[in-house]
């Protein structure tokens, strides 16, 4: 069963950070392109990072770039996003999503999508 579970959500404080974790199974994310979005209430859903098929760098948000990270462990078979400097406005429920499209840029569709987990930034 193709499927990818996400964790690691939860409630912190603004300035602090948690480490979002996308868990693939049934297929190896090492040559699909990855890409984390959220959702905040009352808003669309907006990508976050991503990484393309090739690997390579990272792309992120304006709005979260220098703060979050995004990286792989390919012996693993999981993704992660390091958020640092939590602002309120990162609150949202994020999801993690995979595709099988091959190139250099990230993908405009995912095929396979992780179950929402909550973050929120709040005192």
């Known amino acids: 069963q193709v499927q990818l579970v996400a964790s690691g959500g939860g409630l912190v404080q603004p300035g602090g950070s948690l480490r979002l974790s996308c868990a693939a199974s049934?297929?190896?994310?090492?040559?699909?392109?990855v890409g984390w979005f959220r959702q905040a209430p009352g808003k669309e859903r907006e990508g976050v990072s991503c990484?393309?098929?090739?690997?390579?760098?990272?792309h992120y948000r304006a709005s979260v770039r220098g703060r979050f990270t995004m990286s792989r462990d390919n012996a693993l078979n999981t993704v992660y996003l390091q958020m640092n400097s939590l602002k309120p406005e990162d609150t949202g429920v994020y999801f993690c999503?995979?595709?099988?499209?091959?190139?250099?840029?990230?993908?405009?569709?995912?095929?396979?999508w992780g179950q929402g987990i909550q973050v929120t930034v709040s005192s």
């Open positions: 990484t393309s098929s090739m690997g390579g760098v990272a």
């Open positions: 049934g297929f190896s994310l090492e040559h699909y392109a």
């Open positions: 999503a995979a595709d099988s499209a091959q190139g250099y840029t990230c993908p405009h569709e995912y095929d396979v």
